[in-house]
């Protein structure tokens, strides 16, 4: 697999992706710090920070492919670097000048909607640097520099902006995308990644017509949760996580930096033993996976969850919510692993690719809802009495996954 990094166009985005999912890491650590020095003790922050980089790839999702297929991807990844760099470069001023979290807002949505494009474009571009018998080990080799570069920007990012400070970390920050930008350039010649058709595009022709067919994913999936059970129950796990995700980004992390006053540095470390749970999740699945039903192990992922949350308000202390952290870690990967695979099993292969996108924008969808609520609900009520509230919810949906499944012809629910 790694004998592929002698291509020097997957080196060179391995490279340019490594460092900015580090720096990406690094943004959400240092805005993270800002939030504690500017909004100290308001859990609605952290939650308008949850929906400010939800939002763009909600509203974007539909129309982005669209834009990419059209333009030069590399230009696209090196201009979207730059940009983010002279945001993040500015925003300390910004900041400094009207002492407001506006800027940081604008900030974060302006940052991760060229994230969207950066990330589509790197997706799209392995084929046209590998043959496609290398597209597996490639698609590998990206995935896997991933994980350590949001391992590192987590846990290291933390305890690197604790000893900079949040002035210094936001240039340390932009000269991490400096350095992505100028190492997608290396991938090879900017001919390579011209897009095959550039004649008779209409911009707005053509975005009215992802838009329609956008829709009509929507309305496809509505038919299948309408008449397939199987589809019925992963939808209810899907709901989950970013449920879940969107209670650790406002109540959690708000816990660890100010109430148990861990700070960024805890944030971090937080944050690295989620991925830690992610990785042994990951090979758990890939492991034993095979010799438990797909269905029960989501129904065991949602009931840990459930438990978790209901013993919060009781047990809540540093030690715990990092136990509960890698819990989660574990059960993201075991239900994100389970959901995706009941899908491609179970969904005709002429619409898989359309539900999979429409499931992209429901999880960002529910976990902007969620955010918002939760910060709704923090200004009545605290931090507890929020997380005994996401247990309930959990249960419910626990149960009516149990029910589902249940209901799913016996011969269709022995192959899950």
């Known amino acids: 697999m790694f004998s ?7 080196l060179f985005l391995g490279l340019s992706n490594t460092i900015s999912q580090l720096g990406d890491r690094l943004t959400h650590m240092v805005i993270v710090t800002l939030i504690g020095v500017v909004s100290p ?11 400010a980089f939800s939002l763009p790839v909600m509203l974007l999702s539909p129309f982005v492919g669209v834009l990419v297929d059209h333009w030069n991807k590399q230009t696209i990844m090196f201009r979207c670097h730059i940009i983010q760099t002279i945001l993040i470069v500015l925003t300390p001023t910004v900041v400094g000048l009207t002492h407001s979290v506006v800027p940081i807002w604008i900030l974060v949505i302006l940052f991760f909607s060229l994230d969207v494009f950066n990330n589509t474009s790197r997706n799209t571009v392995i084929p046209d640097l590998v043959s496609f018998d290398d597209l597996v080990p490639a698609n590998s080799i990206i995935v896997t520099l991933t994980r350590v570069a949001t391992f590192l920007g987590m846990v290291g990012g933390g305890y690197l902006i604790k000893w900079t400070g949040w002035q210094l970390g936001f240039y340390i920050d932009a000269s991490t995308h400096c350095i992505a930008g100028c190492l997608a350039l290396g991938m090879g010649a900017k001919i390579l990644f011209e897009p095959v058709r550039k004649i008779d595009f209409s911009l707005g022709r053509e975005l009215k017509k992802s ?4 829709a009509n994913d929507l309305k496809e999936l509505g038919i299948l949760l309408i008449k397939d059970k199987v589809v019925v129950f992963v939808m209810i796990s899907v709901f989950v996580l970013p449920f879940v995700a969107s209670t650790a980004y406002t109540i959690l992390i708000f816990m660890v930096q100010q109430q148990f006053g861990l700070g960024t540095a805890g944030v971090g470390l937080f944050g690295g033993v989620v991925g830690i749970g992610m990785l042994v999740g990951a090979v758990a699945m890939g492991m034993f996976g095979r010799l438990v039903s797909r269905g029960v192990i989501l129904i065991i992922s949602m009931a840990a969850l459930t438990i978790f949350f209901l013993l919060g308000p009781f047990f809540v202390t540093p030690i715990f919510l990092y136990i509960m952290a890698f819990i989660a870690g574990v059960v993201f ?3 994100g692993i389970a959901q995706d695979t009941m899908l491609q099993e179970d969904v005709l292969k002429g619409i898989r690719g359309r539900i999979f996108g429409t499931k992209e924008f429901v999880i960002n969808l529910t976990f902007t809802t969620c955010a918002v609520a939760i910060g709704i609900g923090s200004s009545r009520f605290a931090p507890y009495t929020i997380l005994f509230f996401v247990g309930f919810v959990l249960l419910a949906a626990t149960v009516l996954s149990l029910v589902v499944f249940n209901q799913i012809p016996p011969e269709v629910r022995k192959k899950l």
């Open 41 to 51: 003790g308001r859990v609605s922050a952290f939650s308008e920070f949850a929906v």
């Open 333 to 335: 990967s075991l239900i």
């Open 211 to 214: 838009l329609r067919l956008f």
């Open 4 to 10: 592929l990094l002698k291509n020097r166009g997957i």
